[in-house]
């Protein structure tokens, strides 16, 4: 889940500018001149925390007089996937392009026919600029309808605290502490020795068990809850039990902060320092940023994921068939999902390109980012994305994995063992599996 | 019950049928009728959309296997008997229920005792009165949000406040009890000025005499509350109540932010505070069940006729009581 990239209040405030002013000028001069308006377009594109366009949408314009966009954007991503499918489902979509996050595509596939199959616009001859598994992720099992084109994949990398680190007596480089845990298992060590090293209750090495089992789990297999057939293989498949069992082992270690993801506790925790590290998709370094506030430039720092590579998040953009402009919509989704727009959006966001011809290119192996001490930052991430596996989620992931998700809380927080703990996993799995 | 403790409103409502009689022998004009009709029928048009319409069509979806985005299919009942077996469901039900009393009844016995003393010679009486409404001019989310911190496992004031007399801090989320408590605290602390207010203006009303003639009877402060303030009050716990019950089965924002972060819909790691509507909404938009939520819909109807009936009679008999 990518969520809660915050909203950017210049952003909203542009946006509601431009209503007022568009308003102003329809109450203005109606009908006095060019009463038809000349063919003037309003592309409405609906996104959820920044994607970066801003640039791009000022290109696009350039090159389409006439055409002006106006993009909306939601800062809470479980809002507007709330949103995003009353209104598919109502037919009434909120965007000529809505963006649609990775944990949801399966959801739209079910739906085809509510988006515009982008392979009836060429797509397939253009398939090499995106990995493999990020065109097949948007596309139906039959291989016939595409129903949005990739822009970002969370490539994974590890992000930590110098400072703790230096605290604890461990190395503070990023290359020699991407070399303390090539494996899981001595990551784990690595935080033993830094929780003696830090010697307080206050601090832990991991936030918590959860988002380190969602990254071993990505990394393990290829597939997770669900097998091809769509069939619940929680149970049968020993990559979910392992992965469970390693990160609980890390929490019966002592060395997590048992703070649940995107809680204000959490979010609270990057600035006052409760935890070392945490799980890093390319966008998550703009959360750090974010949370960290300005004092925080320079503590943070990037290295390697035990276990090399994985992916967490990365969206879409899609067309919905209830667009007026569906071909002047699709022209503008080829060109922000193109080289040139994926591009664009690293060098605004930071997101990873899931355009595989990129990654040799000097833009992203010479990119830094200045808050992590000047982490080589493409790279990094350019690195976790390439080792990846394509890994198949059923249309049910969302909440089979909160299941197992709440499952592995109550255990971290001693209310639950954690033989009870999986049993109520499977349990609580089967019954989300519908 | 005699007929001589009957409350004034019995006599009022046997007053109806009377009063139907001379309207039915002025039946006028044809003209005249469709133009009642007419000036009636803004009403029954608004309900039928807004109240009718969606109350059958939930029904109609209750009885599919409806998946939000795909496919439908008919089941019957089948959902209705899956819900009965639901331990969720059940769960969420008495999370609800607890919840709901654990709030409403501190928070009605509170106001009462707020309003008594609101009601005495104070200096800035007007300001007191302004004073005690304010949170529930606070934005709910606001409430949500603040509270939430204030019961933060490491950095909440709650827990600080706990460490001075030796409290170990407390995860307010994690067990249901805690949880229970410090949502009912957010809705108190937004919903007891309010009653207290309703409760003041009662009391207003309340005739001096009845209480100078208690004084000179020689009737204590304490049974003059009893025997006066409480018994001439008594409609007007009715309808705090009845306000009250509905406000406690739709709650919603204030567990949900309570649960910030990933799965917040789920209401804790064990489900501990999810109420009903909370469960609802999980299996709309995260399970992608409509018609299985719809049965949730229905069944929380059919709760709240349980709970309207037993209110009812509960408070008919604190009425006997008196």
Not at chain 1, 50 to 53: C, H, S, T
Not at chain 1, 293 to 298: L, Q
């Given at each position: 889940m990518t969520s809660d990239r915050p909203r950017r209040p210049a952003r909203t405030a542009a946006v509601l500018g431009l209503i007022l002013t568009s308003a102003a000028a329809f109450a203005g001069c109606g009908g006095a001149e060019g009463a038809d308006g000349g063919g003037d377009t309003t592309l409405r594109v609906a996104i959820f925390g920044?994607?970066?366009?801003e640039k791009l949408y000022d290109q696009f314009e350039a090159e389409h007089p006439g055409v002006t966009i106006v993009e909306t954007s939601e800062g809470d991503l479980g809002k507007y996937n709330t949103a995003l499918t009353q209104k598919i489902a109502a037919g009434s979509a909120p965007g000529d392009v809505v963006a649609i996050e990775e944990g949801q595509v399966v959801n739209f596939l079910a739906s085809a026919d509510k988006f515009v199959n982008f392979q009836d616009h060429g797509s397939n001859d253009r398939k090499d600029q995106w990995l493999p598994w990020k065109y097949e992720q948007a596309t139906t099992a039959d291989g016939s309808d595409t129903i949005g084109l990739g822009t970002d994949v969370g490539g994974m990398a590890m992000c930590y605290r110098r400072d703790l680190f230096e605290k604890a007596g461990l190395p503070t480089d990023r290359t020699e502490v991407g070399a303390l845990w090539p494996t899981w298992e001595e990551f784990t060590k690595v935080g033993e020795q830094f929780q003696d090293g830090i010697g307080s209750d206050d601090v832990h090495f991991i936030d918590s068990a959860t988002n380190t089992y969602n990254s071993i789990l990505m990394q393990s297999a290829d597939e997770t809850y669900f097998d091809p057939d769509g069939e619940l293989v929680i149970d049968s498949n020993p990559a979910v039990k392992e992965a469970w069992d390693t990160a609980l082992g890390m929490s019966e270690a002592g060395i997590s902060a048992r703070l649940k993801s995107f809680s204000t506790e959490w979010t609270a925790g990057f600035k006052s320092g409760s935890f070392a590290t945490v799980a890093c998709p390319a966008w998550m370094t703009n959360n750090i940023k974010e949370n960290a506030?300005?004092?925080?430039?320079?503590l943070w720092d990037i290295t390697t994921v035990p276990g090399g590579g994985g992916n967490w998040g990365g969206s879409f953009l899609a067309v919905p068939t209830s667009s007026d402009h569906q071909d002047l919509a699709v022209e503008l989704v080829d060109f922000l999902t193109s080289a040139e727009g994926q591009l664009g959006a690293f060098e605004a966001t930071g997101n990873l390109p899931s355009n595989p011809t990129l990654y040799d290119t000097p833009e992203l192996q010479q990119a830094t980012n200045p808050y992590f001490n000047d982490a080589p930052t493409g790279q990094l991430f350019v690195a976790g994305a390439r080792n990846l596996q394509p890994v198949y989620l059923g249309a049910k992931n969302q909440p089979v994995r909160d299941a197992v998700e709440n499952a592995m809380r109550s255990v971290e927080n001693g209310d639950t063992s954690p033989g009870d703990g999986w049993d109520a996993a499977v349990e609580d799995a089967e019954k989300a599996a519908g | 019950m005699t007929t001589a403790t009957a409350p004034p409103g019995r006599a009022g409502r046997t007053a109806g049928p009377a009063r139907r009689g001379p309207r039915a022998g002025a039946r006028g004009t044809r003209g005249e009728q469709v133009a009642g009709y007419a000036f009636i029928s803004p009403f029954f048009l608004v309900f039928a959309v807004f109240g009718l319409f969606p109350l059958l069509f939930t029904f109609w979806v209750s009885l599919h296997d409806w998946d939000l985005l795909g496919t439908r299919s008919w089941v019957g009942l089948g959902n209705y008997s899956a819900l009965l077996e639901d331990e969720d469901f059940w769960n969420a039900l008495v999370n609800t229920l607890g919840i709901f009393v654990l709030s409403t009844v501190p928070q009605l016995l509170v106001a009462l005792a707020l309003a008594q003393l609101l009601n005495q010679r104070l200096r800035a009486r007007t300001l007191w009165r302004m004073g005690v409404l304010l949170p529930n001019i606070t934005s709910i989310a606001a409430v949500g949000i603040i509270f939430t911190l204030l019961f933060a496992r490491d950095f909440g004031l709650v827990n600080w406040l706990l460490g001075h007399v030796g409290v170990d801090p407390i995860t307010w989320q994690e067990h249901r009890w805690s949880s229970w408590l410090a949502i009912s605290t957010m809705v108190d602390w937004r919903w007891t000025g309010y009653n207290a207010l309703i409760f003041l203006a009662a009391l207003q009303a309340v005739p001096r005499e009845l209480y100078e003639a208690a004084q000179i009877d020689g009737a204590s402060a304490v049974s003059q509350f009893r025997h006066i303030t409480v018994p001439m009050l008594r409609p007007t716990i009715v309808f705090a109540t009845l306000v009250a019950t509905i406000g406690g089965i739709q709650l919603f924002t204030e567990p949900l932010l309570f649960n910030s972060g990933a799965n917040a819909i789920t209401g804790g790691t064990t489900r501990q505070f999810q109420t009903l509507t909370m469960y609802l909404y999980e299996q709309a938009f995260t399970g992608q069940e409509f018609g299985y939520a719809s049965t949730v819909a229905w069944m929380m109807f059919l709760v709240i006729l349980v709970v309207a009936v037993a209110n009812a009679l509960l408070l008919r008999r604190l009425r006997g009581v008196g």
């Open positions: 920044d994607f970066g366009y506030g300005p004092e925080g430039e320079g | -």
